[in-house]
């Protein structure tokens, strides 16, 4: 796909049993280019009675379909598939990605788009290597522990990294044998619509995968998670959405597994690698326009070292290339909507009143049609503050200076959000001191964004419920059964 084709409207329809379907109402919402104020595409809107349709092809997928009977490695086989069919065309996903959630185009690229298909490879491998246990009692008795495939899963995703978050949670649900129905947010729903074609061309079966587009509260989200057919949910979004989401599922009982929001503190002492230290704080809280639940959004100096930090800091901040996504050299695009550029204002307007801004923060005039804002680097505001509390999800980073290490920890806990922590420090003593403490689920030393698939990755506190990666995504993923055999010997 070139530029100038996705540039041309066109419509997405939903995925259902196979088949692109679109709604049954014939009602359309659209999906805007960030960078550009322009119509992307139009949507099928989908309602209750898309979800149902949905649903039900999930569920006789699962009843009657060959994907929960076949073995590991044959679903394996169709998975790795589609990761190859990915990264075919990878060029088209990222362009489409960019386009709709205006994103640099490199991040896509690089980033996204063979993250996405690497989910697939590897839970491919993964699934079809996990054992399961056998207790033995004594001779004649043995405890087999077995997992079999939960049934429907819905699967919920948000806009930051649509294609990125989406397979995270389709391949391991597909590896364990589970057929869904994903509901991409309704910002950015082009990947997905493009994937349930791969998926289909990869020799995935009807039903197994179907997408069905639309809005959250009051809409399809809302719809599929009370279907009552619908065994589990694994969400990814913003913490008062888990809350609704576990409200509504609460009638149903359904298994949840919840990826919320974030409040990263980063922490840099006194004897850190500063230019690494700097270097990786900017990406921490500007990449992907600071829309990253796992961003470093606070950013705590020893109290030695914070003129020289904040000061290696700006300057960086005001080297970072903001423009154009689909231009390979721009580093930070536009904002996913007006809402959220307006959002993101609110807080610049609270750091303006209560702090120092010490740069950007400003919409850029060349690009007046598009979401853009320069990165914004903020000193004098007080952790307690709204600024450093609540989830801004954008280009705003207050810095903190701190004295003593207990106050740096205190500072970093001090917030409901429990997703990731960074620190940087040359003393390995005080790493795993600190690094013990912090009320994270994930804590970075001397790094950030470091992961790798086999490790568990979720939050603490108010940023989630359970945790994916690896062998979690897989117990989350499947129902575990012990069947006890006595023999007569
Ligand atoms: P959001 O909660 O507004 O929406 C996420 C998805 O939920 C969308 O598909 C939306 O349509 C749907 N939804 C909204 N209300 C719903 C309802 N009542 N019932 C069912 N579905 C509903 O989140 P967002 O704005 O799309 O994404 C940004 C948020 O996601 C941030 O808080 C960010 O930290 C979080 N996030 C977390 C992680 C993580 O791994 N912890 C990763 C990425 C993003």
Redesign the pocket.
């Known amino acids: 796909m070139s530029v100038e084709t996705a540039a041309r409207t066109r419509h997405l329809d939903h995925f259902i049993d196979g088949e692109y379907s679109p709604s049954t109402s014939g009602e359309r919402f659209e999906t805007v280019n960030p960078a550009t104020g322009q119509v992307l595409a139009t949507v099928s809107l989908g309602t209750s009675q898309d979800v149902d349709r949905a649903v039900t092809a999930a569920r006789t997928a699962f009843k009657t379909g060959p994907w929960p009977k076949m073995s590991a490695r044959e679903r394996g086989a169709i998975l790795r598939k589609i990761g190859d069919l990915i990264l075919e065309r990878r060029e088209q996903l990222a362009i489409a990605e960019t386009m709709d959630t205006g994103k640099p185009i490199n991040e896509s690229f690089d980033g996204d788009i063979p993250r996405a298909a690497l989910n697939f490879h590897f839970f491919a491998d993964y699934a079809s290597a996990a054992g399961e246990e056998c207790f033995t009692v004594n001779q004649l008795e043995r405890h087999l522990s077995v997992r079999e495939p939960l049934g429907v899963a819905a699967l919920?995703?948000?806009?930051?990294?649509p294609l990125y978050?989406a397979t995270w949670k389709l391949a391991p649900c597909l590896a364990m044998g589970n057929t869904c129905v994903l509901?991409?947010?309704?910002?950015t729903p082009y990947t997905a619509t493009l994937l349930a074609q791969i998926a289909k061309q990869a020799g995935l079966p009807a039903g197994v995968l179907n997408v069905v587009h639309g809005?959250?509260?009051g809409g399809a989200?809302?719809a599929?998670?009370k279907h009552p057919e619908v065994d589990c949910i694994s969400?990814?979004?913003?913490?008062s959405?888990g809350r609704?989401?576990m409200t509504?599922a609460a009638a149903t009982l359904k298994k949840v597994s919840f990826?919320?929001?974030?409040k990263g503190a980063n922490l840099i002492f006194e004897d850190a690698d500063l230019d690494e230290a700097v270097a990786t704080s900017t990406r921490a809280a500007f990449r992907n326009q600071g829309e990253i639940?796992l961003a470093g959004s606070r950013l705590f100096v020893h109290e030695k070292v914070f003129d020289q930090v904040v000061d290696a800091l700006v300057k960086r901040v005001q080297r970072i290339v903001v423009g154009d996504p689909l231009d390979a050299r721009t580093e930070m695009g536009a904002l996913i909507s007006k809402e959220q550029l307006e959002k993101v204002e609110s807080y610049i307007k609270i750091g303006r009143k209560e702090g120092k801004l010490l740069t950007g923060g400003e919409r850029l005039a060349e690009f007046a049609d598009g979401n853009f804002l320069s990165p914004a680097v903020f000193t004098g505001i007080s952790n307690s503050s709204k600024f450093c509390q609540e989830?801004i999800?954008g280009p705003a980073l207050p810095v903190i200076p701190f004295k003593f290490e207990e106050e740096a920890i205190a500072l970093a806990n001090e917030t409901p959000y429990g997703?990731s922590a960074s620190l940087w420090s040359s003393d390995v003593n005080r790493c795993h001191r600190v690094s013990q403490q912090l009320k994270t689920g994930i804590v970075w030393v001397n790094c950030w964004f470091a992961r790798d698939l086999r490790t568990p990755f979720g939050?603490q506190k108010s940023?989630?419920i359970g945790r994916e990666g690896g062998r979690k995504s897989l117990e989350f993923f499947s129902e575990e059964k012990t069947i006890c055999y006595r023999y007569k010997g």
């Open positions: 919920i995703t948000p806009w930051n990294l978050l509901k991409p947010a309704e910002w809005f959250g509260a989200g809302e599929l998670t969400f990814t979004g913003e913490t959405t609704a989401i509504a990826e919320l929001g974030g639940c989830e999800f997703l939050g940023s989630g």
